[in-house]
C-alpha cells in the first residue's frame, strides 16, 4: 500500500482492526468517508465517542447499557424464575425478536476454548455460579449456546456443573431448519430431528 497522509493511515489502521476487514476494505471505508460532508463525520466521532463514554455491563446479567441495571433486569414483569444463558449481548436481541421468551439473562461473554484461553474463569460462569446461589428460586435454566465444537463443550460443562444446584437444565431445540430438505441434512441434524419430533 503506497504511502498516504497520517490521518489516512490511523483511520486504515483502525478500521483493519474490526472483525472481517482487512486493509483493502478498510482503505474503502476511508475513501468513502472522505467524500462526506464534514458535518456527517462530526456525527459519526461523536457517536463513537458516545458509546465509549455512556455504554456500561449490566452488573447483573453482563449485556450492555446505560444504567446499571439493564431494562430487562429491571423489569419487573419479567420470570425472575427462569435463566437464559447466552454467549454473547447481541444473543439477546436475536431471543427477544421471538417474542417468545420472558425470563431474563445470563451473558458468558464466550464458550470454553482454552487453546485461545477461554476457560471457566475467562467466561462469566464464577459470576453465574454466584447469581444461581443468591437466587435460589431459579427453577429452569437454559442453555442457549450455538451448536459448534465450543458451544457444545461448554453445555456439557455447564450441565455438569450447575446440576447441584437443583433446577431444570434445558437447551434449545436442533432439528431441520424450515425449508430445508431431507437429501441435504447431515446424519447430526436428522438424527436430532428425529429426536425432538412432536406429535402434529
Known amino acids: 500500500m503506497r504511502n498516504f497522509p497520517e490521518p489516512i493511515t490511523n483511520l486504515v489502521a483502525a478500521f483493519a482492526r474490526l472483525p472481517g476487514v482487512g486493509p483493502k476494505t478498510a482503505l474503502r471505508y476511508v475513501f468513502y468517508l472522505l467524500h462526506q460532508p464534514r458535518a456527517d463525520l462530526e ?26 441495571l439493564c431494562e430487562i433486569c429491571s423489569d419487573t414483569r419479567r420470570d425472575a424464575n427462569l435463566l437464559c444463558i447466552v454467549e454473547e449481548a447481541r444473543d439477546i436481541s436475536t431471543i427477544e425478536a421471538t417474542g ?65 444446584f437443583g433446577c431444570t437444565l434445558s437447551r434449545l431445540a436442533r432439528g431441520l431448519p424450515l425449508g430445508a430438505t431431507l437429501e441435504f441434512a447431515d446424519e447430526v441434524t436428522l438424527g436430532d430431528a428425529l429426536k425432538g419430533r412432536r406429535q402434529i
Open 43 to 68: 456525527v459519526m466521532a461523536r457517536a463513537l465517542i458516545q458509546l465509549g463514554e455512556r455504554i456500561h455491563i449490566c452488573k447483573q446479567c453482563f449485556t450492555y447499557t446505560q444504567q446499571d
Open 100 to 164: 417468545s421468551y420472558n425470563g431474563l439473562y445470563h451473558v458468558l461473554g464466550g464458550t470454553l476454548n482454552p487453546i485461545e484461553g477461554m476457560t471457566p474463569d475467562a467466561i462469566r460462569f464464577n459470576e453465574l455460579r454466584e447469581r444461581l446461589q443468591q437466587h435460589p428460586s431459579v427453577r429452569e435454566v437454559i442453555i442457549a449456546l450455538s451448536p459448534t465444537a465450543h458451544g457444545e463443550a461448554t453445555i456439557m460443562f455447564l450441565q455438569k456443573q450447575l446440576a447441584p
